[in-house]
């Protein structure tokens, strides 16, 4: 092979690689965007209560998942069986464990429905520094068959099936009530354990048969027997996706520094909506006043259990850096530093010098009237301290009795820095 062959041999290899990184870049940043049924187990793990269940003498595992809380008490959902006793005079102890606490608490069964398999259990709330649950989502539309669904418990752990490794909807029960579930790694100790698919909880486990199906009973039928009942249900359902139908700025002008501008956003279908780059998060609607100090692009995102959807709007800064006019009043001294005050007033025809200004009848503080030669001085001696001070020309104009406007020119266009009134000191510049 001559050295030429190897080259572009070589060339083509460092081509492939440089294709398969990207690929292998967008698969990562592709898994990273969209959150599956894995994802949403883990999300929603601190939900799930590892129950012991103390018989007289005969102790028995299960599980069971937070679906809402009220005056200091949560409230579990979990199979009847599990927690249940057949025997006459059976003594009945429920103590549930949750992720984070030291140690487990008592759990009173608060009703039942023998019939449906289905069970509402309350505890204390553990103190918020060691305890959160999440509220998002459950999923009240039937899962299609196929619908990969991962379980959070089992043997008296917090297990989760590993990511690839799910179970599956096979079918939804005569009765309309249960999903079968096929391939779901249950074993002894998951009944009352939640399934889960990428949209939030879809059902509850309660029973395995000899053919390895698994009978969840549907999420929506627990919901409804559990509002029925009167206990709160603070899991959020799972609708669409989010859509933005708004979001805007007030002023599609470039802003000048301290200057202020509205961003008005509208919202539908979205559990959160945030505004970055703070983070804020906000209602469906609305509006936020920004000052940002220099050109920043702001993004709302609007997410639900079924998407992201994200825009931007970016807000222009205009940074000019002048001489800060100081000036005392009857009622104080202010200072006015002219680069926040920026605002177009038109367009510049051929100003390209400093020469044009109009005499007034104030002095200085060191005595020197103020016309248009003494504060070109007091320019020219700030720029020369600091190049960077000004960006362009300025020029001062008399708008009427001791009523002064201050320009300064940025690229083509003439900016009205300030309007000031009733001036009697200007001094030189920081």
């Known amino acids: 092979m001559t050295g030429h062959e190897r080259g572009r041999t070589s060339a083509r290899r460092g081509i492939l690689r440089v294709f398969l990184m990207c690929v292998a870049l967008l698969l990562v940043v592709t898994m990273v965007a969209h959150a599956d049924g894995y994802d949403r187990a883990v999300q929603l793990k601190p939900n799930v209560v590892l129950l012991t269940i103390a018989r007289d003498e005969e102790t028995s595992y299960g599980c069971g998942f937070v679906v809402g809380e009220q005056d200091e008490l949560l409230y579990i959902v979990t199979a009847w069986h599990v927690v249940s006793c057949d025997a006459p005079d059976c003594s009945v102890r429920v103590s549930a464990q949750f992720v984070g606490c030291p140690s487990p608490v008592d759990a009173t069964v608060w009703r039942h429905d023998s019939g449906l398999d289905l069970a509402v259990l309350t505890t204390p709330r553990p103190p918020s520094s060691e305890y959160q649950w999440e509220s998002e989502w459950y999923d009240s539309v039937n899962p299609a068959v196929g619908t990969e669904v991962w379980l959070v418990g089992r043997a008296q752990s917090w297990y ?248 300064i020119t940025h690229g083509d266009m003439v900016l009205l820095i300030r309007e000031l009134s009733e001036i009697t000191v200007l001094v030189k510049v920081p």
């Not at 048969?209 to 709160?232: F, K, M, N, Q, Y």
């Open 160 to 407: 989760i099936p590993l990511r690839g490794t799910p179970g599956h909807v096979e079918r939804l029960s005569l009765a309309m009530t249960h999903l079968v579930v096929v391939d779901a790694a249950v074993q002894v100790g998951t009944s009352g354990a939640p399934m889960i698919s990428e949209h939030g909880v879809v059902g509850m486990v309660q029973a395995a048969t000899v053919s390895a199906e698994v009978d969840v009973l549907r999420i929506e039928i627990v919901r409804h027997a559990v509002t029925t009942w009167g206990a709160p249900w603070g899991l959020a359902e799972c609708t669409g996706p989010p859509t933005i139908d708004l979001f805007a700025s007030s002023n599609v002008d470039p802003l000048y520094y301290g200057e202020a501008v509205n961003l008005m956003w509208q919202v539908r279908d979205a559990a959160r909506v945030a505004l970055a780059p703070d983070g804020q998060e906000l209602a469906m609607a609305g509006s936020v006043t920004v000052a940002p100090e220099e050109t920043t692009t702001y993004t709302l995102r609007a997410e639900s259990c079924k998407g992201l959807e994200a825009r931007d709007v970016t807000v222009e800064v205009l940074k000019i850096r002048v001489a800060r006019l100081f000036y005392e009043g009857e009622d104080g001294t202010y200072v006015y530093d002219i680069a926040s005050w920026g605002s177009q007033t038109g367009r510049a025809t051929g100003l390209s010098d400093m020469s044009v200004w109009t005499e007034m009848d104030v002095e200085l503080a060191d005595g020197r009237p103020w016309n248009g030669d003494t504060l070109k001085d007091v320019i020219d001696d700030a720029v020369a301290a600091d190049p960077n001070l000004i960006t362009g020309f300025a020029k001062c104009e008399v708008a009427g009795p001791r009523v002064v406007q201050v320009f």
